[in-house]
């Protein structure tokens, strides 16, 4: 019997409607609850004595209006701010990670020195890495001192590497020495085997977690407002002071929330196609 003929069974064809309907019920019963809680919670913030306050500061809606202009150009500075500082802390992050990999007595200090910096910036709030590159550094009077706004790009490259070499290093260390052996038992330098066995390999596995630090990244790229730039939140903040109502930074969280979309779709997506690998499916 060829694939084109086959007809399925009636006990078949009987277990794909009873998958269909449940499916289908299913779908049903997560939306009337959906629906429920949400009114549930509707009701339950709408009927409090002070909602009419609240609404009144935070959801004003041509203050939003007002607003939304100058806070769109400052999401526009922190979307430029974001590109950047993730490229430096990945770069950065796995330079660090491949140093603390080094084998050998003779690669101590470097180890050594490695391993300080991500203790050093895992431990450091990244408020006070801003604070010390963005008012410290710049109290130093030096020649050819960059702008504010580059002094807080690198505190959030310095911090989030970090966390990223340490990523890293997890998945260099995931893939099995045997892999290595292999490598340089077919004449490839450590070098060659670091960039065409090891980091490959090391990547794949890592992404989701990576890319869940560039979603954290994503929304500490606002904190660069306390050093002066305009960005999203330093024009909310703006516009609050001038209206005296606290819409604008509803605002801006709605655009940032709209922004870190498409970062987290992605990042769901990897990691449920890692589980899917992993699970040989």
């Known amino acids: 019997m060829s694939a084109t003929s086959y007809v399925p069974s009636p006990a078949q064809r009987a277990r794909e409607e009873y998958r269909r309907r449940q499916t289908v019920l299913s779908v049903l019963i997560a939306a009337a609850s959906t629906a429920a809680v949400g009114t549930l919670l509707a009701f339950a913030v709408t009927g409090a004595p002070g909602w009419d306050r609240v609404r ?6 041509q203050i939003a209006r007002d607003a939304l202009p100058a806070v769109l150009t400052g999401l526009w500075l922190n979307l430029r701010l974001l590109v950047c500082c993730a490229i430096g802390a990945l770069l950065l992050g796995l330079v660090i990670a491949i140093l603390r990999t080094l084998r050998g007595p003779v690669f101590f200090p470097i180890r050594a020195l490695a391993t300080s910096y991500t203790y050093a910036f895992r431990g450091l709030p990244l408020i006070i890495v801003l604070y010390l590159l963005t008012l410290g550094v710049p109290g130093l009077r030096l020649q050819g001192m960059p702008p504010v706004l580059v002094l807080g ?84 903040q703006i516009a609050t002071a001038q209206s005296f109502n606290y819409t604008p930074y509803i605002v801006a969280g709605v655009l940032f929330v709209l922004l870190a979309i ?16 992993q699970s040989g499916g």
């Open 56 to 61: 009144a500061s935070f959801f004003d809606p």
């Open 153 to 236: 790009g690198l505190a959030l490259v310095l911090t989030y590497s970090g966390y990223l070499a340490e990523v890293f290093r997890a998945g260099i260390e995931s893939v099995h020495p045997s892999q290595l052996a292999a490598a340089r038992s077919l004449g490839l330098t450590y070098r060659q085997t670091m960039r065409h066995v090891v980091l490959p390999q090391a990547v794949r596995r890592v992404a989701p977690p990576l890319l869940n630090d560039v979603v954290a990244l994503q929304k500490d790229v606002g904190l660069v407002s306390l050093a002066g730039p305009i960005d999203a939140v330093r024009a909310a």
């Open 262 to 277: 498409p970062l987290i779709a992605v990042t769901d997506r990897v990691t449920l196609r890692a589980a899917r690998r």
